[in-house]
């Protein structure tokens, strides 16, 4: 009982986090559920539960989604993310700690320049997509770079969580299935888990929608800017997470 309702309170604040900001579920939730599952079920577990995030931030900010983006970022950063994910074995820990270095002046600089934005053209699309892509799948860090890159072109807070959320979905579809090849051990007792952490996160994702309801355009920026700092904080401190 202790453990269903330690990763029922798990789910639900990664899933919060997770429409309030468009990452960290991965991030928040992994290290703590490997306390009490393998890495195998962990990881499926975990990926189930981002999907279903990812889900919601379609299904909530459906109208807002910026297809254009999708298709000329979010298609080449699939793509290139497989390529890095490649070689994420050679990614030493010391470019961790850089990419964390990088996030944290990333975020201190929207706070100062609360206006900066990239022109959204149609070969930064491409190119960001690309970086995007290839620095996720070889750091692990999907949501965060992508948070970094997405916000650079100051779309509103809707825009910004739909768009984030297709992308999400199609790389979650993808994986999930490779979890279950390479033989996760499905059982009734991980089922229970599956479905209790299931009905939390379905409670965080609106809880989360309600909180970034009261958000204003101008402050969303800045929550971003926290969960960056506090990401960059993170992989400086433990790298190897």
Same mark, same amino acid.
């Given at each position: 009982?202790?453990?269903?309702?330690?990763?029922?309170?798990?789910?639900?604040?990664?899933?919060?986090?997770?429409?309030?900001?468009? !990452?960290?579920?991965?991030?928040?939730?992994?290290?703590? =559920?490997?306390?009490?599952?393998?890495?195998?079920?962990?990881?499926?577990?975990?990926?189930?539960?981002?999907?279903?995030?990812?889900?919601?931030?379609? =299904?909530?900010?459906?109208?807002?989604?910026?297809?254009?983006?999708?298709?000329?970022?979010?298609?080449?950063?699939?793509?290139?993310?497989?390529?890095?994910?490649?070689?994420?074995?050679?990614?030493?820990?010391?470019?961790?700690?850089?990419?964390?270095?990088?996030?944290?002046?990333?975020?201190?600089?929207?706070?100062?320049?609360?206006?900066?934005?990239?022109?959204?053209?149609?070969?930064?699309?491409? *190119?960001?997509?690309?970086?995007?892509?290839?620095?996720?799948?070889?750091?692990?860090?999907?949501?965060?770079?992508?948070?970094?890159? !997405?916000?650079?072109?100051?779309?509103?807070?809707?825009?910004?969580?739909?768009?984030?959320?297709?992308?999400?979905?199609?790389?979650?579809?993808?994986?999930?299935?490779?979890?279950?090849?390479?033989?996760?051990?499905?059982?009734?007792?991980?089922?229970?888990?599956?479905?209790?952490?299931?009905?939390?996160?379905?409670?965080?994702?609106?809880?989360?929608?309600?909180?970034?309801?009261?958000?204003?355009?101008?402050?969303?920026?800045?929550?971003?800017?926290?969960?960056?700092? *506090?990401?960059?904080?993170?992989?400086?401190?433990?790298?190897?997470?």
């Amino acid at each position: 009982m202790q453990i269903l309702l330690f990763l029922a309170f798990t789910a639900c604040i990664a899933s919060c986090i997770g429409i309030i900001s468009g !990452f960290g579920v991965g991030t928040i939730m992994t290290p703590l =559920v490997l306390l009490i599952l393998p890495l195998s079920q962990t990881l499926f577990l975990v990926g189930i539960i981002h999907l279903m995030n990812s889900i919601g931030k379609v =299904v909530l900010f459906k109208n807002y989604i910026v297809w254009d983006l999708v298709f000329k970022s979010g298609v080449p950063a699939i793509i290139t993310s497989f390529i890095g994910a490649l070689l994420v074995g050679y990614m030493p820990n010391i470019m961790i700690k850089v990419l964390g270095i990088f996030f944290i002046i990333y975020s201190f600089f929207i706070v100062y320049k609360p206006t900066f934005y990239i022109p959204p053209t149609n070969s930064f699309k491409l *190119l960001g997509g690309s970086v995007y892509g290839f620095l996720a799948g070889i750091s692990g860090i999907r949501g965060a770079v992508g948070a970094m890159f !997405f916000s650079a072109l100051n779309l509103r807070k809707e825009s910004y969580l739909g768009t984030v959320g297709v992308i999400g979905c199609a790389v979650d579809m993808i994986r999930l299935p490779m979890y279950w090849y390479y033989g996760v051990h499905v059982d009734y007792d991980f089922m229970s888990k599956i479905g209790i952490t299931l009905i939390s996160a379905f409670i965080g994702i609106y809880m989360g929608k309600y909180l970034t309801d009261k958000i204003s355009q101008r402050h969303f920026r800045y929550v971003i800017a926290l969960f960056l700092l *506090l990401m960059g904080l993170r992989l400086l401190i433990l790298p190897s997470m």
